[in-house]
T-cell receptor
Framework: DADVTQTPRNRITKTGKRIMLECSQT?????MYWYRQDPGLGLRLIYYSFDVKDINKGEISDGYSVSRQAQAKFSLSLESAIPNQTALYFC???????????FGPGTRLLVL | QKEVEQDPGPLSVPEGAIVSLNCTYS??????FMWYRQYSRKGPELLMY????GNKEDGRFTAQVDKSSKYISLFIRDSQPSDSATYLCAMNNNNDMRFGAGTRLTVKP
């Protein structure tokens, strides 16, 4: 079984809709991250969480919100989706004191 | 100017060739340097991780960091078709992780 899972894997939605992307991990890591990947721009950090009570904005947090429901679960919400939020979204985890991150398989989101 | 610059390619080489992938960066505070490999429709997976300037070797892969020039490289020896993927450089300072845009590599049999 995968250590970091994301649901859904693919999603099509309409402008203005609220959607949630979910991430779960079995690695026991305290730190979790949400990134988006766009062609030519690479991965950009949206939000990160160092533990259940700690949430931090990343490079591009506008239009997004997150919830850390438990050590193993970190959700990303788009309150009112817009077409330029069409992208590939990745969740990642890391251990405290370690710099390397472990990525989930990604969610492909299309906003019409 | 982006903090991390990486030539997006695409790069196509014959099987057995030596591949050189490179990134430059502008923030001298970056201390940790990584290379991730991303297959199509998959998440990035860690390939190499280095902390200091110099070389680090792992099988057919060598990561090189030159902090004075703000330049990192990944060399792949005896490249195989299974190495065909997008390679992302990444660097980190105090939890501020930045990625390059990725170089798409194809190794032809």
């Amino acid at each position: 079984d995968a250590d970091v899972t994301q649901t859904p894997r693919n999603r099509i939605t309409k402008t203005g809709k609220r959607i949630m992307l979910e991430c779960s991990q079995t690695k026991g890591h305290d730190r979790m991250y949400w990134y988006r990947q766009d062609p030519g721009l690479g991965l950009r950090l949206i939000y990160y969480s160092f533990d259940v009570k700690d949430i931090n904005k990343g490079e591009i947090s506008d239009g997004y919100s997150v919830s850390r429901q438990a050590q193993a679960k970190f959700s990303l919400s788009l309150e009112s989706a817009i077409p330029n939020q069409t992208a590939l979204y990745f969740c990642a985890t890391s251990e405290v004191g370690k710099e390397t991150q472990y990525f989930g398989p990604g969610t492909r989101l299309l906003v019409l | 100017q982006k903090e991390v610059e990486q030539d997006p390619g695409p790069l196509s080489v014959p099987e057995g060739a030596i591949v050189s992938l490179n990134c430059t960066y502008s923030n001298s505070a970056f201390q940790y340097f990584m290379w991730y490999r991303q297959y199509s429709r998959k998440g990035p997976e860690l390939l190499m991780y280095t902390y200091s300037s110099g070389n680090k070797e792992d099988g057919r892969f060598t990561a090189q960091v030159d902090k004075s020039s703000k330049y990192i490289s990944l060399f792949i020896r005896d490249s195989q078709p299974s190495d065909s993927a997008t390679y992302l450089c990444a660097m980190n300072n105090n939890n501020d992780m930045r990625f390059g845009a990725g170089t798409r590599l194809t190794v032809k049999p």
